[in-house]
């Protein structure tokens, strides 16, 4: 079992920046990837960027150029550093991990990219 817990979400004006954090009560280099994904109501949870065991990165197209995942392997936090953040950004985001041929999800946390 896997608990993941976000942090660092909340209300921030377009072209501002926030960092979310995801601490994993397992070793991130454990995982098989590791990831970010949001949603919006009424829309399917959509993949925004993982890294896998070997630290590859990858983005969602719309993210790319924008948003930064990375990892705190001793402190076991994956993070996600958004920048230029846009109205259409605004959404819960999870936190993801593939554990042992699972998949294990966090609570979410709010983002709202508004004026």
């Known amino acids: 079992q896997v608990q993941l817990v976000e942090s660092g979400g909340g209300l921030v004006q377009p072209g501002g920046s926030l960092r979310l954090s995801c601490a994993s009560s397992v070793s991130i280099s454990s995982t098989h990837t590791m990831g970010w994904y949001r949603q919006t109501p009424g829309k399917k949870r959509e993949w925004v960027a993982g890294?896998?065991?070997?630290?590859?990165?990858r983005y969602a197209d719309f993210v790319k150029g924008r948003f930064t995942i990375s990892g705190a392997l001793a402190e076991n936090i994956l993070y996600l550093q958004m920048f230029s953040l846009k109205p259409e950004d605004s959404a819960v985001y999870y936190c993801?991990?593939?554990?042992?041929?699972?998949?294990?999800w966090g609570q979410g946390t709010q983002v709202t990219v508004s004026s």
């Open positions: 890294i896998s065991s070997d630290g590859t990165a």
């Open positions: 993801h991990a593939d554990y042992l041929n699972s998949a294990f």
